[in-house]
């Protein structure tokens, strides 16, 4: 069913600033998607609305099958616990809880925490960090923390996944790691793939980019 999206803009403040205008695409399950575009082009914005954490100001979004606009906050909470993966631009680890306990921390809300444990350990060792499972995130390195992270978006087997530059804050090595996992994810899992990236060798890797230039698209070949 995928993510259709309809004339969408968005407006914020007051007096409001058009950050995104006429956004219109569709990304059928299975894809691989990457976002592109310079700082402050709309990017962050529109993955925020297209997983329906932010809502557009107009137009329409159907995700899944889902209007966003006319889904009841608590179908589409639960829809988003069981299906999407988010990685953020800024992590947001639980700074209480081990790498490990952040992996499965989505697991943890659905119930499916002993189901889940065992693929939170593969993929921690996946990322390299088979022996720091037991560290907070402020004993691990920036790099260290966006890859538990993406495990934590991961460990569900997520039907989308929705990355805002994934692999930010990393080296060429693990940037590559993190760009495998991901791969063999949409490949072998089927999950769709929506990520936001300024690398363009990373972006050449999804199978289409979405080009934004001052809250437009303009490609999307
Ligand atoms: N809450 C907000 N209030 C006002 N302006 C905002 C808000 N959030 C974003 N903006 C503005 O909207 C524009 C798009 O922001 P967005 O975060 O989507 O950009 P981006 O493409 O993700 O940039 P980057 O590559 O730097 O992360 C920017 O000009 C930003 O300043
Ligand atoms: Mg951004």
Redesign the pocket.
């Known amino acids: 069913m995928g993510i259709v999206v309809t004339g969408v803009g968005k407006e914020?403040?007051d007096p409001p600033?058009r950050?995104l205008s006429d956004i219109a695409f569709r990304i059928d399950d299975g894809e691989f998607v990457a976002l592109t575009?310079?700082?402050?082009?709309?990017?962050?914005?529109?993955?925020?609305i297209l997983s329906s954490l932010d809502r557009a100001s107009s137009g329409l979004v159907h995700i899944d099958g889902f209007d966003v606009n006319h889904t009841k906050a608590e179908t589409l909470s639960h829809f988003r616990n069981q299906h999407m993966g988010f990685v953020f631009?800024f992590h947001y680890l639980i700074a209480e809880l081990t790498a490990f306990e952040n992996v499965l921390f989505p697991a943890r809300k659905t119930g499916a925490e002993r189901t889940q444990s065992a693929y939170a350990e593969a993929l921690l060792g996946r990322f390299g960090l088979g022996d720091k499972m037991q560290r907070l995130p402020r004993q691990l390195s920036g790099g260290e923390q966006q890859r538990v992270a993406i495990a934590r978006a991961l460990v569900m087997k997520p039907k989308y996944l929705f990355a805002?530059?994934p692999t930010g804050s990393l080296d060429s090595v693990s940037g590559e790691q993190v760009m495998d996992i991901i791969r063999d994810c949409n490949t072998q899992l089927g999950t769709t793939v929506i990520m936001?990236t300024?690398d363009p060798d990373f972006a050449r890797q999804a199978r289409r980019q979405i080009h934004?230039a001052d809250?437009k698209i303009v490609s999307a070949a």
């Open positions: 914020i403040g600033t950050i575009g310079r700082s402050g082009s709309g990017k962050s914005t529109l993955l925020y631009q805002d530059e936001v300024h934004l809250g």
